[in-house]
Structure formats: structure tokens, C-alpha cells
């Protein structure tokens, strides 16, 4: 009778460990399940968002540059009058005294 309790003792204790090694593995397939299913897409996005950082600091940094050229220009527009008249002849303004002459474009023969 006492080895027949023993044996279901043992058993038992065997159907124990079965059962603890199977969830343990179960659970580590869900999770390895789960992160194969959600974890991708996250990264995708992940790189996407960098993308876009990464091309608006590009863009930061042009425009930074582009308004330091245009306050050295501006700098220079206010203390270099040759500089100035020039660049007001460029877009057609002239001095009081001037007379200004435009080159017509003759057609071709």
C-alpha cells in the first residue's frame, strides 16, 4: 500500500514538472509570438519618425544658413553705398541725374 502512495506521490510530482516546463514554454511562445507580431511595425515607424527628424534639421539647417547670407547682405546693403546703387541698378531704380538706356533684342536674320 505504501509504494502505491509513493507512486501517485511521485506522480504527481512528475505531472507537476510536466506542467510548469509546458506553461513556461507556452508562455515564452506567446511572447515570442506577440513581439514577432507587434514589435515590426513599431520599429518601421520608429524609422520613419527618425527620417522625418532628421530631414527637418536638414531643413533647419539651410534656412539657418540662408538667413545669415541675407543679414551679411543686408549688412553690406546698409554700409557700402557703391554696393547698393549696384545691386538698385540691377532691378531698374536710377539716380536723379541719370539717364537710363535699355538695350532692345533685335531678331535674328
Known amino acids: ?32 509570438i506577440v513581439s514577432a507580431v507587434f514589435l515590426p511595425p513599431k520599429f518601421a515607424h520608429k524609422r520613419d519618425l527618425e527620417a522625418l527628424r532628421n530631414e527637418a ?19 553690406r546693403l546698409a554700409t557700402d553705398p557703391e554696393f ?5 541698378r540691377q532691378y531698374g531704380y536710377i539716380n536723379n541725374n541719370e539717364i537710363l538706356f535699355k538695350e532692345e533684342s533685335r531678331p535674328k536674320q
Open 84 to 88: 547698393a546703387a549696384f545691386i538698385a
Open 57 to 75: 534639421i536638414r531643413k533647419v539647417e539651410h534656412r539657418r544658413s540662408e538667413i545669415e547670407t541675407l543679414k551679411k547682405l543686408q549688412q
Open 1 to 32: 500500500m505504501s509504494s502505491i502512495i509513493t507512486f501517485l506521490v511521485n506522480l504527481g510530482k512528475a505531472f507537476v514538472t510536466l506542467f510548469v516546463k509546458v506553461a513556461c514554454w507556452g508562455t515564452l511562445a506567446a511572447i515570442v
